[in-house]
């Protein structure tokens, strides 16, 4: 498996302008070769601003469908839910068809959810683009050091996550042989607190960041403090 391609960028303000730009264009490839733009959303701060930066570009947004990489078990309404992060700054605004927004019901519980969430992807082919982040111990989605990755070639595509290391403990998350199965797996890194996880990942330490092996490598767009000592 190909190393990840590294894209440094000179402050977090340029990941989201060039993260945007990227998914602009892997939606506008997909849709002229399938018609249809499969992306996995992440949550995040950065995550956060790139959405708000789609909604000022030229996209057709009904071609749009929409899965999500992890979620925590809170309330529908919780202001902490990825899904409800992801429609304050991008879904709310732009014209998806709702039933083309797949969100984790993990107000059920990690099992229940987990269950649900897989029966959702039955039959579904591979992404076009899984958005990830990478935190400060080299995790990505809800998959966390010492814990379930799901990279077994009999993982379910979605683990109940029970014992996360930051509250809440209860999560779902695609796991790591899922989210390899797309045509780009798209990294976005921001901050001086990730210099450590990008040094073990670039040295080839065991991460659940680097679990994540679509055929096509992955790419990663990050901050220049994230490699600068």
């Not at 995040?44 to 570009?57: D, K, S, W």
């Not at 509250?167 to 976005?188: D, K, Q, Y």
Request: include cysteine.
């Amino acid at each position: 498996m190909e190393s990840p391609r590294w894209h440094t960028c000179r402050s977090a303000a340029e990941v989201r302008e060039r993260a945007a730009a990227w998914i602009a264009e892997a939606a506008q490839r997909a849709v002229e070769a399938r018609g249809v733009f499969r992306i996995v959303l992440a949550g995040g701060e950065t995550p956060r601003g790139v959405y708000r930066a789609l909604r000022g570009l030229d996209i057709d947004w009904n071609a749009w469908r929409i899965w999500f990489g992890d979620e925590r078990c809170l309330a529908a309404d919780d202001p902490l839910r990825n899904s409800r992060m992801a429609g304050e700054a991008l879904l709310d605004h732009v014209p998806v068809p709702p039933c083309q927004v797949h969100a984790m019901h993990a107000e059920l519980g990690a099992t229940r959810a987990a269950a649900a969430y897989c029966a959702t992807l039955t039959g579904e082919p591979e992404f076009d683009l899984v958005l990830l982040g990478l935190g400060e111990d080299g995790h990505t989605a809800s998959l966390f050091p010492g814990g379930e990755w799901g990279e077994a070639p009999d993982a379910p595509d979605v683990l109940a996550v029970r014992d996360a290391p930051k509250p809440p403990a209860e999560r779902v998350s695609l796991g790591a042989r899922r989210l390899g199965r797309t045509r780009c797996a798209l990294f976005l890194v921001a901050g001086a607190s990730k210099r450590a996880a990008v040094a073990a990942w670039r040295s080839g330490a065991r991460l659940p960041a680097a679990a994540v092996r679509p055929p096509a490598g992955v790419d990663v767009l990050l901050e220049n403090i994230c490699i600068e000592g």
